[in-house]
């Protein structure tokens, strides 16, 4: 059983940075993409970043490009989410996700970590 284990969450001051992490574990899979949702009370679930296993590709949204970065470690089997700049706005519980290859949509989530982000 495959599992996500993501870390780096915590309280920050506006203008401040984070780096999330995400490893996964237990049997080896592969996938087609990994990405950083996050959800803020009574919000919807949004896609914050993707990255493409093969080739690297990324996405941003809007309200994340030119401040937030995703990256990926291969050999470690682990994503990255560097927050910098942080706004009040970008408080939410953040979740790392994987699509395998073959599935339709991100079908393995990490179970959150909360960051939080004062005026």
């Known amino acids: 059983q495959v599992q996500l284990v993501e870390s780096g969450g915590g309280l920050v001051q506006a203008g401040g940075s984070l780096k999330l992490s995400c490893a996964a574990s237990?049997?080896?899979?592969?996938?087609?993409?990994m990405a950083w949702f996050r959800q803020a009370p009574g919000k919807e679930r949004e896609l914050v970043a993707s990255?493409?296993?093969?080739?690297?590709?990324?996405y941003y949204a809007d309200s994340v490009t030119g401040r937030f970065s995703i990256s990926r470690e291969v050999r470690r089997n682990t994503v990255y989410l560097q927050m910098n700049s942080l706004k009040p706005e970008d408080t939410a519980v953040y979740y790392c996700?994987?699509?395998?290859?073959?599935?339709?949509?991100?079908?393995?989530w990490g179970q959150g970590t909360q960051v939080t982000v004062s005026s």
């Open positions: 996700a994987a699509q395998q290859v073959g599935a339709n949509e991100y079908n393995i």
């Open positions: 990255i493409r296993s093969s080739g690297g590709n990324t």
């Open positions: 237990g049997r080896t899979f592969i996938t087609y993409a």
